[in-house]
């Protein structure tokens, strides 16, 4: 049974903190890593993809790979109280035509305080 | 910003009756997709779709699911005959293919709720 896993929380920081979200997974062959953000209610919305061990920065948000660790995280810096809201790891095994084949973690649910 | 359109929104139908949930993926998308998420659970895979023919599909979507390209435009998801368990909010979503793969980086529309009573 291949699974994401997260902590389901609540994360709670302060305005201008930076925080910090976990997952991992059990498939050795997955490939590529994504984060959604999802707010009560409403669909998932892309966040950042990564596909190679290391490091990758998009504005405030950086996401972290280590395969050999099978792990990977989110981490938001400066946070906003807007950023409030569910935070979804999903993974993709990539291989044999399983493409978008994502499997969700249940979600972080982070609380900015003001 | 081109986006993913799903309608209805919300539709409540009696248990047996079939629906038809539809969506309009980006228009340079090629792969679509149906996830769907029960009311406090994980977003789950049902269905991909490439080239007029499902490529994937999960345990989930067994016999009484069907998913169809009618036109150019329109993806849809037909549940033949509803049960209680079927009451979640189904997520249609595109994604882009480049020259060498499908990027993975899945866009959602905004969901359907249904409701079986």
Same mark, same amino acid.
């Given at each position: 049974?291949?699974?994401?896993?997260?902590n389901s929380g609540p994360l709670s920081?302060?305005? *201008?903190?930076?925080?910090?979200?976990?997952?991992?997974?059990?498939?050795?062959?997955?490939?590529?890593?994504?984060?959604?953000?999802?707010?009560?209610? /409403?669909?998932?919305?892309?966040?950042?993809?990564?596909?190679?061990?290391?490091?990758?920065?998009?504005?405030?948000?950086?996401?972290?790979?280590?395969?050999?660790?099978?792990?990977?995280?989110?981490?938001?810096?400066?946070?906003?109280?807007?950023?409030?809201?569910t935070?979804?790891?999903?993974?993709?095994?990539?291989?044999? *035509?399983?493409?978008?084949?994502?499997?969700? *973690?249940? *979600?972080t649910k982070l609380s900015? /305080?003001? | 910003?081109?986006?993913?359109?799903?309608?209805?929104?919300?539709?409540?139908?009696?248990?047996?009756?079939?629906?038809?949930? @539809?969506?309009?993926?980006?228009?340079?998308?090629?792969?679509?997709?149906?996830?769907?998420?029960?009311?406090?659970?994980?977003?789950?895979?049902?269905?991909?779709?490439?080239?007029?023919?499902?490529? &994937?599909?999960?345990?989930?979507?067994?016999?009484?699911?069907?998913?169809?390209?009618?036109?150019?435009?329109?993806?849809?998801?037909?549940?033949?005959?509803?049960?209680? &368990?079927?009451?979640?909010?189904?997520?249609?979503?595109?994604?882009?293919?480049?020259?060498?793969?499908?990027?993975?980086?899945?866009?959602?529309? &905004?969901?359907? @709720?249904?409701?079986?009573?």
């Open positions: 049974q291949k699974e994401v896993e997260q920081v302060p305005e *201008g903190a930076i925080a910090s979200l976990n997952c991992t997974y059990s498939d050795r062959v997955s490939q590529s890593f994504f984060w959604y953000r999802q707010y009560s209610g /409403k669909s998932p919305e892309l966040i950042m993809s990564i596909y190679s061990n290391g490091d990758k920065e998009d504005g405030r948000f950086t996401a972290q790979l280590n395969k050999a660790s099978q792990y990977v995280s989110l981490l938001i810096r400066d946070s906003q109280p807007s950023d409030s809201a935070y979804l790891c999903a993974v993709n095994l990539d291989y044999g *035509g399983s493409q978008g084949n994502l499997i969700f *973690g249940k *979600g900015v /305080k003001p | 910003e081109p986006e993913v359109t799903q309608t209805p929104s919300h539709q409540v139908t009696q248990m047996g009756q079939e629906v038809i949930l @539809r969506c309009v993926p980006i228009s340079n998308h090629l792969y679509f997709y149906w996830y769907r998420q029960i009311l406090g659970q994980k977003v789950e895979f049902l269905v991909s779709f490439y080239n007029n023919e499902i490529s &994937e599909k999960s345990e989930i979507f067994d016999d009484q699911f069907s998913v169809e390209r009618p036109d150019g435009s329109n993806f849809t998801l037909k549940i033949r005959s509803t049960k209680l &368990e079927d009451s979640a909010m189904y997520f249609c979503a595109s994604s882009e293919v480049t020259a060498t793969a499908n990027t993975g980086e899945l866009f959602f529309g &905004e969901g359907s @709720r249904l409701t079986v009573l």
